[in-house]
């Protein structure tokens, strides 16, 4: 793993809401706007760009945490801008805090967590027991 970020280092998506992005259950609409669910992948995709700079060729990361207050909504076809912090580089571990804005308008904010393990290591979790 590569020592190369500090906490207050930024990084920054967007995202464009689609259709299949709403808050929908067993194929009904609950809202026509972002599901939360659709912003945590977003959310772990910004803290993610760090991981993807850090890891070595023989490693991956893997989330530990992730947690999002949802405040606002943001629309199909609204572009959503993520700017994700390193809040603390320990043990592996990326702990990133997050906010999500439309059109400078706050819609959430979070953390997420991502642990850079052997891609080996995580091959031996996630084996099957026979």
């Not at 943001?74 to 390193?86: H, K, N, P, S």
Request: include cysteine; charged fraction near 25%.
């Amino acid at each position: 793993m590569k020592d190369i970020f500090k906490p207050g280092d930024r990084k920054q998506t967007t995202y464009v809401v689609q259709e299949a992005d709403v808050a929908a259950f067993g194929g009904q609409v609950v809202h026509p706007v972002c599901s939360t669910f659709a912003l945590a992948r977003e959310a772990e995709w910004a803290g993610r760009q760090f991981v993807l700079e850090m890891r070595d060729v023989h490693e991956e990361g893997i989330g530990t945490q992730l947690v999002i207050d949802h405040k606002s909504p943001a629309f199909v076809g609204e572009e959503i801008v993520l700017t994700a912090t390193v809040e603390k580089i320990e043990n592996h571990e990326i702990i990133c805090a997050f906010e999500a804005t439309v059109n400078g308008r706050i819609i959430a904010t979070g953390k997420t967590g991502q642990k850079i393990l052997s891609r080996e290591k995580i091959d031996r979790l996630f084996a099957q027991p026979k």
